[in-house]
């Protein structure tokens, strides 16, 4: 399956809601597997949950409205396309799994995520996705850059890495 890169239109209606996003701190991995356990309406988005190695960003993307919404190609293909732009990150649409960092793998399961629409993208242990990063501000700037685009965000996190969300962590 290939889908060609298309001009940019302008986004969609449904970015202009609101988005929540939470950092819900854990004492162990017990009651991180609870929460994900007592949530089966989220989208997990963890290092456990590989993209499709065979398909480039932008078809791990666009894929999703293909087989959910049976929508053509060309049209999952430019809704995918919209949502690189909104992160920034085209450059990466026709590379595959093995051949991007971490950041950019990162990116490529967020956005898949906000294809889904779920009403909670739960990001696992950013950490452990996102290892070379000093990433609570690589993650808050991905998602503020998606505003609007998913309802909630949670991100869990494990009570000893509170030093990383100063500004959450104090109730900010």
Do not use: Q
Not at 31 to 60: C, F, G, M, W, Y
Not at 106 to 133: C, E, S, W
């Amino acid at each position: 399956m290939s889908f060609s890169r298309r001009a940019a239109r302008p986004p969609r209606a449904d970015a202009a809601g609101s988005s929540l996003v939470r950092l819900i701190m854990v004492p162990d991995n017990a009651a991180r597997k609870s929460l994900i356990d007592e949530h089966p309406e989220a989208v997990l988005i963890s290092a456990r949950l590989p993209l499709r190695a065979n398909l480039t960003v932008l078809e791990n993307i666009a894929i999703v409205p293909r087989l959910r919404e049976h929508r053509s190609a060309e049209d999952a293909a430019d809704y995918a396309w919209r949502l690189l732009e909104c992160v920034g990150r085209c450059d990466i649409a026709e590379r595959r799994d093995p051949d991007l960092g971490h950041e950019e793998r990162f990116i490529a399961k967020l956005l898949r995520a906000v294809v889904l629409a779920p009403p909670i993208i739960l990001i696992d242990r950013p950490g452990r996705l996102l290892p070379d990063t000093y990433y609570p501000p690589f993650v808050d700037a991905t998602l503020a850059a998606l505003h609007g685009r998913f309802e909630e965000c949670w991100i869990v996190e494990y009570e000893w890495n509170a030093p990383l969300y100063p500004a959450r962590a104090s109730g900010a």
